[in-house]
């Protein structure tokens, strides 16, 4: 089984950048497709982004996948890591952002998601 761990949130303010990281451990990682979430208080979880396996796939959450425009998923698989680049943040990303592991490569179903990791807080605010 993976365990997830993400680090990289803070307090920051409108127009900032910030690369959150999740870091996995227990040797399965490179079977793993990994998506970010994020869930803002009184708000559904949304989708952020997701990425394959292999790193040759990305696909990203928003109304037509909108979020590519300020959001980067990456993977390194030799340091069992993700990560999500953000620019230009807006108040309206202010949420917990968790990461996620599992064996498809897909991010509307959850059911067979493997691993949570406990998510960390992004705050955007002037």
């Known amino acids: 089984q993976v365990q997830l761990v993400e680090s990289g949130g803070g307090l920051v303010q409108p127009g900032d950048s910030l690369r959150l990281s999740c870091a996995a451990s227990?040797?399965?990682?490179?079977?793993?497709?990994m998506g970010w979430f994020r869930q803002a208080p009184g708000k559904k979880r949304e989708f952020v982004a997701g990425?394959?396996?292999?790193?040759?796939?990305?696909?990203?959450?928003g109304a037509g996948g909108t979020m590519y425009d300020r959001f980067t998923i990456s993977r390194d698989n030799r340091k069992n890591r993700i990560y999500l680049q953000m620019n230009v943040l807006k108040p309206e990303d202010t949420a917990v952002y968790s990461c996620?592991?599992?064996?498809?490569?897909?991010?509307?179903?959850?059911?067979?998601?493997?691993?949570w990791g406990q998510g960390t807080q992004v705050t955007v605010s002037s």
């Open positions: 990425i394959s396996d292999s790193g040759h796939s990305t696909i990203y959450g």
């Open positions: 996620a592991a599992t064996p498809y490569y897909n991010f509307d179903d959850l059911t067979h998601v493997v691993s």
């Open positions: 227990g040797g399965t990682f490179s079977s793993y497709s």
